[in-house]
């Protein structure tokens, strides 16, 4: 955001290591920052994994699974399944939808471990789940590889990696919310489109924000390892 943003508008300087180079990055810090984000005409709001404090540590692991021309009721089976593995290994994980046309699951890491750490634990978790679901999952980078397949993407666990966050609205038809959801409405018969600007306020008003655990205590990547087995 080097010379495009008003005085006033905190940023943050880092160090790319993706293009090597000094980069401002915005810091949305109040109401007055989200409204200047929301009049450039930003629908979505895409925030990195981790805070200012810790640019370094993500304060959460990401599992996202992104169908290509899939059945719903296969995300919804994947979805399951990622619960399964993390509930072995002792762990919570946290769904909402993505707004768009997947899940996304998040687990708790308190901004205790880089993001290698991150992304190599979440490689661990969907090649289980590839694992467990062959026919119609699959943990292959390249699109042309995945042969039609959801795609359990491990690598959005990367410095600098932006993934649409709870509550963002979403630029589709009926503006759909990445909505976060109890487990129990992650079934057959959910729907990515239940979810808008309409009714978005009124839910959160009566659940409460059911995302706010993901932001608590992290995780023991060690201890998890060893209820899995590794």
Not at 60 to 75: A, S, T
Not at 198 to 218: C, H, M, S, T, Y
Request: net charge positive.
């Amino acid at each position: 955001m080097t010379g495009k943003v008003p005085d006033w508008i905190k940023t943050l300087p880092y160090h790319s290591e993706a293009d090597a180079r000094d980069k401002n990055f915005m810091v949305c810090t109040d109401e007055a920052s989200l409204l200047y984000i929301a009049s450039l005409g930003c629908i979505e709001m895409n925030p990195w994994s981790s805070r200012i404090q810790s640019p370094d540590n993500p304060d959460w692991c990401i599992i996202d699974l992104d169908p290509d021309n899939n059945k719903f009721e296969h995300v919804i089976e994947a979805a399951q399944v990622t619960r399964q593995i993390l509930a072995s290994a002792g762990l919570a994980g946290y769904c909402k939808t993505s707004g768009s046309t997947g899940l996304h699951i998040y687990i708790p890491l308190a901004a205790k471990y880089d993001y290698d750490a991150s992304k190599e634990f979440a490689r661990l978790i969907v090649t289980m789940v590839n694992r467990a679901l062959p026919k119609f999952t699959s943990i292959a980078r390249p699109t042309k590889d995945r042969k039609g397949k959801i795609y359990l993407d491990f690598l959005q666990n990367r410095p600098q990696a932006t993934l649409a966050t709870a509550y963002s609205l979403r630029p589709k038809p009926g503006a759909t919310v990445s909505m976060p959801l109890h487990w129990e409405e992650v079934k057959k018969g959910l729907k990515i489109e239940n979810f808008t600007i309409f009714n978005a306020i009124p839910r959160l008003k009566e659940q409460g924000d059911i995302f706010k655990p993901v932001l608590g205590k992290g995780i023991n990547i060690q201890k998890s390892l060893k209820a899995l087995g590794i």
